[in-house]
C-alpha cells in the first residue's frame, strides 16, 4: 500500500502539503473507496519519481504551474517504454488532470497543459461471463474447497450474493451482519460515488447465507462484519480472488473468471433471459447506460457465434 508520506522524498514542503491535502480531499470529502485513491496515488508518484530524476531535485509547487506540453508527454514516453498498457497510460493522465485541479482550485496553482495532452485511448474490452453451468459449477465447488465447514458455507454464500445481486466484491465484504438481517427481499447497496441502489435478494442467496451464518464461527453483533476471516477480522479482496484461482484451476476454467466476472454473469444472464437495459443498470447501479451497454455487446457476440455453429446455411461460401 502506498504511504503519502513518502511523497516527502520528492516533494518541496508546500508541494508535500498540497499533495497531502489533495490525498485528504479524495478519501474524506470525495469518499473514494480505498482501492481508488490508492490507484491514483500510485500515478500520481510514478509522476514525481520521473520530475526529480529530470530535474535533479525534489518538485515544487512553481515547477507544476511550469510543466509544458513536451513535459507531460515525455513522461507518457517514459510509462510507455517501461511496458505500461494504454489503459494504465491513460489513467495515469486522468489521475493528473484531477490532482492539478484540484491545485488550481485550492492553491491558484493553473497548468494548462495536462489538459492540452491526450493519451492513446484504451482498446475497448467487453465484459467476459461465465456461462450459467461454469456459474453453478464454481458455486457447488466453493463448498468442498475449504477445510473448515463454516468457511466453505461462507464462500458459497459470498459468491452466491456476487452472482445472484450482481455486486462488486468491495461492496459485498463491507456489509455488516446487521444489514443483512434488515434486508428482507431487498438489501441497500452503497456503491461506487457513495451512491445507494436497491438490490432484490434471491431465494437462492438467502439460502446460501443461511446456511453459512448458522455454522459462523464468530459472534453475529450487528456492526459486525458479515463476511469474515479466520480471526473473526473483515476478509481480505484477495482471499476471496486467491480462493478463486484455486477453484477455476481445479475446474479448468479459463483466467478470466474472477469474483468480478460473477457480477458479469449477473447482468450478461438477465439480459439473455429478456430483462430490459434500463433495469439492469439500476441493477447494477451504473451512473450512464453506455456502462451498461456492453452487455449487450456480449450478448451479440455468442448469438453470433451460435448462428455460425449451428445455422445449415452460415457456412456456404458467398458467391
Known amino acids: 500500500m502506498q504511504n503519502i508520506k513518502d511523497f516527502q522524498n520528492y516533494l518541496e514542503k508546500k508541494a508535500y502539503e498540497a499533495t497531502f491535502a489533495w490525498y485528504d480531499w479524495l478519501t474524506l470529502e470525495r469518499r473514494l473507496s480505498l482501492h481508488t485513491a490508492q490507484s491514483y496515488l500510485?500515478?500520481?508518484?510514478?509522476?514525481?519519481?520521473?520530475?526529480k530524476k529530470t530535474l535533479k531535485r525534489n518538485v515544487s509547487l512553481k515547477d507544476l504551474k511550469n510543466l509544458s506540453?513536451?513535459?507531460?508527454?515525455?513522461?507518457?514516453?517514459?510509462?510507455?517504454?517501461?511496458?505500461?498498457?494504454?489503459?494504465?497510460?491513460?489513467?495515469?493522465?486522468?489521475?493528473?488532470r484531477n490532482y492539478f485541479r484540484f491545485l488550481h482550485k485550492n492553491y491558484d496553482i493553473e497548468n494548462t497543459a495536462v489538459n492540452a495532452v491526450r493519451s492513446a485511448r484504451p482498446p475497448k474490452t467487453l465484459p467476459k461471463p461465465?456461462?450459467?453451468?461454469?456459474?453453478?459449477?464454481?458455486?457447488q465447488a466453493a463448498y468442498g474447497a475449504q477445510k473448515e465447514k463454516w468457511q466453505g458455507l461462507r464462500d458459497v454464500a459470498l459468491l452466491t450474493l456476487l452472482y445472484g445481486c450482481g455486486l462488486r466484491i468491495s461492496e459485498a465484504l463491507v456489509l455488516t451482519v446487521g444489514q443483512w438481517r434488515k434486508s428482507g427481499d431487498a438489501l441497500i447497496i452503497r456503491g461506487k460515488g457513495n451512491k445507494e441502489r436497491l438490490v432484490p435478494v434471491l431465494p437462492l442467496v438467502k439460502k446460501a447465507m443461511s446456511s453459512y451464518l448458522k455454522e459462523r464461527a464468530f459472534d453475529e453483533a450487528d456492526n459486525s462484519p458479515l463476511f469474515v476471516g479466520a480471526r473473526g477480522e473483515q476478509i481480505n479482496p484477495g482471499v476471496v480472488q486467491r480462493q478463486i484461482?484455486?477453484?477455476?484451476?481445479?475446474?479448468?476454467?479459463?483466467?478470466?473468471?474472477?469474483?468480478?466476472?460473477?457480477?458479469?454473469?449477473?447482468?450478461?444472464?438477465?439480459?439473455?433471459?429478456?430483462?430490459?437495459?434500463?433495469?439492469?443498470?439500476?441493477?447494477?447501479?451504473?451512473?450512464?447506460?453506455?456502462?451498461?451497454?456492453?452487455?449487450?455487446?456480449?450478448?451479440t457476440v455468442r448469438l453470433t457465434q451460435v448462428y455460425n455453429q449451428a445455422h445449415p446455411r452460415a457456412h456456404v461460401k458467398k458467391a
Not at 498498457?85 to 493522465?93: E, G, K, V
Not at 439473455?272 to 451497454?293: F, K, M, P, Y
Request: hydrophobic fraction near 40%.
Open 130 to 139: 461465465l456461462g450459467q453451468e461454469q456459474t453453478l459449477h464454481l458455486l
Open 42 to 51: 500510485i500515478d500520481l508518484k510514478e509522476f514525481f519519481i520521473y520530475l
Open 245 to 299: 484461482r484455486r477453484l477455476r484451476r481445479s475446474l479448468g476454467l479459463p483466467e478470466s473468471v474472477t469474483p468480478h466476472a460473477l457480477r458479469h454473469s449477473f447482468a450478461t444472464h438477465l439480459l439473455e433471459a429478456g430483462s430490459d437495459l434500463r433495469s439492469v443498470q439500476e441493477l447494477l447501479g451504473h451512473a450512464s447506460l453506455s456502462a451498461t451497454q456492453r452487455y449487450t455487446e456480449v450478448d
Open 69 to 96: 506540453v513536451s513535459d507531460f508527454r515525455q513522461f507518457l514516453v517514459s510509462r510507455n517504454t517501461s511496458g505500461l498498457a494504454r489503459s494504465s497510460l491513460s489513467r495515469n493522465m486522468s489521475s493528473l
